[in-house]
């Protein structure tokens, strides 16, 4: 029986090692983490991520061959294979801080591994790393070796929240990269025939370390960059009489392009989009690349200036001052059906609209309050359970994350009872504006021809 080890049950271990159990019953799967309670809620009937259809898979093979333990150097060292699936922030202080990926927890693992590893081990990125980490990670496992044969596998993940295990089900590729020897082929071999139980052959892609390593930082600058630059559009489609989804939907036409991650929106978050990009920003200049460098920089950049052109339009609609105003917030998730709130765009909105003294009541299906709080720090809101009760008495409602359930809302009775003029500002375009203005809101859409009364306000950066 192969046995399998994952270091780190986040929001990518986790679901991860659950499919690959549901898929291979003959192989024993455990995740292992530091952290006890995150292990405690794995095991529990409240697991530590939201995310559909996770409950049911967990449930499937919790038990039988999926386990989740503290006992991290135990499993470790009785592994075939481990996946290394720690956190990688970006660097808060020291060299490349702002930038550079924090490498701090995959080197402690790196370390822990080659201490209490006894036979061969296959070692797999699963964590999104800088190109050349597998050169460092290779370094520390070889120290001091003990005549144990470590190959390290690059297999990043592509799967995305709120669909994680949909994505995982049906990936439209799994990427193995290894060293070209013999040995590199056979570990690349290995990991292949785990895939195989469910992803089709020519859907498994195999490269050399380098390639795949850098081809996770590339997907992720290229989705944010679709995302950065249809943002760029919008603004420009609000100062001409543009409509940013009739924009969308002419480009996404053409096959060349494609119809998807075109959505307008109040920026992108998650924890991965900015991270990512940045530490590829600084990986070019490590390289003497500048210009590449500066292209992506921008993307972060257009990022930035969407979600402060939201709160300056919030602001200049309602008479450029939201002091002592009740701004109702619904949806604090990065996006919808996922309780994630790493650099969530709604972070940035509420600390604006806090700055300019506003009175913020903030709602999510699924974000916790402590959540809300711990994100927000100095800055203070009222969190509530109920889209009505955020709505009530308020002067204007934004909304920040896409959940189906806004689009159902009775915004007659939310109309009813807010201060007039009433205002919402979408955010993620969810709402049918023209059923809002009949109603008798002053609405504003990212991107799309604006309300009379938006028009006559001043201009906003
Ligand atoms: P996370 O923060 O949810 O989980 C990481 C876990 O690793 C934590 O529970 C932490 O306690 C544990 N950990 C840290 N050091 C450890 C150690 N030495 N021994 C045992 N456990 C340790 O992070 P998440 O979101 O799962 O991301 C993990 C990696 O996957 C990151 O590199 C990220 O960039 C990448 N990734 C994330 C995606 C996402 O959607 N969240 C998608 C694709 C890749």
Request: glycine letters at 8%; aromatic letters at 8%.
């Amino acid at each position: 029986m192969v046995k399998i080890c994952c270091i780190g049950a986040g929001y990518v271990g986790g679901p991860t090692m659950a499919v690959i159990a549901i898929k291979c019953p003959a192989i024993e799967v455990v995740v292992v983490d530091i952290s006890k309670p995150r292990i405690d809620a794995w095991n529990s009937d409240t697991l530590p991520i939201y995310e559909p259809g996770l409950d049911d898979v967990v449930k499937a093979c919790r038990g039988k061959n999926l386990f989740f333990s503290t006992d991290v150097e135990k499993h470790v060292a009785e592994a075939d294979i481990i996946f290394v699936s720690v956190n990688t922030p970006t660097k808060t202080r020291g060299l490349g801080a702002g930038k550079a990926a924090d490498l701090t927890y995959w080197e402690s693992a790196a370390r822990m591994i080659a201490d209490v590893s006894k036979s061969d081990k296959i070692v797999v990125e699963k964590s999104t790393v800088p190109v050349k980490t597998a050169e460092a990670i290779e370094k520390i496992l070889t120290h001091n070796s003990k005549g144990i044969n470590y190959q390290i596998l690059s297999n990043p993940e592509f799967l995305a929240e709120g669909t994680a295990i949909e994505d995982l089900f049906k990936p439209d590729r799994v990427l193995i990269g290894g060293r070209e020897t013999p040995g590199g082929q056979k570990a690349v071999q290995a990991l292949k025939e785990v895939y195989a139980h469910w992803v089709p052959e020519e859907n498994i892609i195999t490269t050399n370390l380098w390639s795949a390593e850098l081809s996770k930082l590339a997907a992720n600058a290229f989705l944010a960059q679709r995302i950065s630059s249809v943002n760029a559009m919008s603004a420009l489609c609000e100062a001409t009489g543009a409509n940013v989804s009739e924009v969308s939907y002419a480009i996404g036409k053409d096959s060349r392009i494609g119809p998807k991650f075109l959505n307008a929106s109040v920026g992108f978050g998650g924890s991965c989009f900015q991270k990512d990009i940045l530490n590829l920003v600084y990986i070019c200049e490590c390289n003497g690349l500048p210009e590449v460098a500066n292209y992506w920089k921008q993307v972060i950049k257009i990022n930035d200036y969407q979600k402060s052109r939201f709160v300056n339009r919030v602001v200049s609609s309602m008479f450029n001052t939201v002091s002592g105003k009740k701004i109702a917030v619904l949806g604090f998730a990065f996006k919808k059906d996922t309780g994630d709130t790493r650099e969530t765009p709604a972070i940035d909105v509420c600390k604006g609209l806090v700055g300019d003294k506003a009175q913020v009541s903030i709602y999510d299906p699924q974000v916790t309050e402590d959540q809300i709080q711990r994100d927000l720090a100095m800055n203070k809101v009222s969190v509530v359970w109920d889209a009505y009760e955020a709505a009530k008495g308020a002067h204007g409602v934004c909304i920040l994350t896409e959940w189906d359930e806004f689009k159902k809302l009775d915004y007659q009775k939310i109309f009813d009872n807010m201060q007039k003029p009433a205002f919402v500002f979408d955010g993620r375009n969810v709402v049918d504006a023209e059923k809002l203005r009949e109603i008798g809101f002053i609405v504003y859409s990212i991107g799309k021809p604006l309300d009379g009364w938006l028009k006559d306000m001043p201009a906003v950066a």
